[in-house]
């Protein structure tokens, strides 16, 4: 069960949108669409964003927005505010012998 | 308003137990899935272990297999999760969070992949002598 890759660090102004990947393997993310996102502010308990690659459950804003190409899924935070530095954590169904596997965390930093 | 409350978290020597709560109210808690997810300090998120609305399926992290136990009561409306043999690696802030639920015209579903839409505030194990 290896972690899923993020990029550490991502960034943007106020108003301007950030992307951030998630990629795995044709284990995981290349072969199901139960890829989800998690917001996780300092000291606080994640958040869900995304759910099932695209949907967002209700009170997500729709600055929010998931997709998938292949093994590599995005998130992309368009209109950046300031609450929205946090931590990011992608994760996906893995099958039933590798279960659930998140991926390795991006820290958004709004400058 | 579904809440969340885990308990019993500790100080416990390596290869001591340790079992976890988790409280639920304002949800049919038999009716979704639950998870256990750990936070190790200063790192990122790692699932733990889930189980079925009814308990009959339980599923592990290879990291925790063997060792570890997730069970519900839901006449309780309480998730557990019983920890054995425990390490330092395990060292960490576990937090419970329930799945969603899917419907369709006829019925509805839960798993513990679809999304894990409402968390506790978690709480901290620390393995150590």
């Known amino acids: 069960q290896s972690a899923l890759t993020q990029p550490p660090s991502a960034s943007g102004s106020p108003g301007q949108s950030v992307t951030i990947s998630c990629t795995g393997t044709?284990?995981?993310?290349?072969?199901?669409?139960?890829v989800s996102w998690y917001q996780q502010h300092p000291g606080k308990a994640p958040k869900l964003m995304i759910y099932?690659?695209?949907k967002r459950p209700s009170g997500v804003p729709d600055r929010f927005s998931g997709s998938k190409s292949g093994n590599t899924a995005s998130l992309t935070v368009s209109g950046l505010q300031a609450e929205d530095e946090a931590d990011y954590y992608c994760s996906s169904y893995a099958g039933s012998n590798n279960n659930y596997v998140f991926g390795t965390g991006t820290t958004v930093t709004v400058l | 308003e579904v809440q969340l409350l885990e308990s019993g978290g500790g100080l416990v020597q390596p290869g001591g137990s340790l079992r976890l709560s988790c409280a639920a109210s304002?949800?049919?808690?038999?009716?979704?899935?639950m998870n256990w997810v750990r936070q190790a300090p200063g790192t990122g998120l790692e699932w733990v272990s889930a189980?079925?609305?009814?308990?009959?399926?339980?599923y592990y992290a290879d990291s925790v297999k063997g060792r570890f136990t997730i069970s519900r009561d839901n006449s309780k409306n309480t998730l557990y999760l019983q920890m054995n043999s425990l390490r330092a690696e395990d060292t960490a802030i576990y937090y419970c969070?329930?799945?969603?639920?899917?419907?369709?015209?006829?019925?509805?579903?839960?798993?513990?992949?679809?999304?894990?839409?409402?968390w506790g505030q978690g709480t901290t194990v620390t393995v150590s002598s």
């Open positions: 099932e690659v695209s």
């Open positions: 969070a329930k799945a969603r639920r899917v419907c369709s015209s006829t019925s509805c579903y839960t798993y513990y992949y679809y999304g894990m839409d409402v």
């Open positions: 044709n284990s995981d993310v290349g072969v199901y669409n139960y």
């Open positions: 304002g949800l049919t808690f038999n009716s979704y899935a």
């Open positions: 189980i079925s609305g009814s308990g009959g399926s339980t």
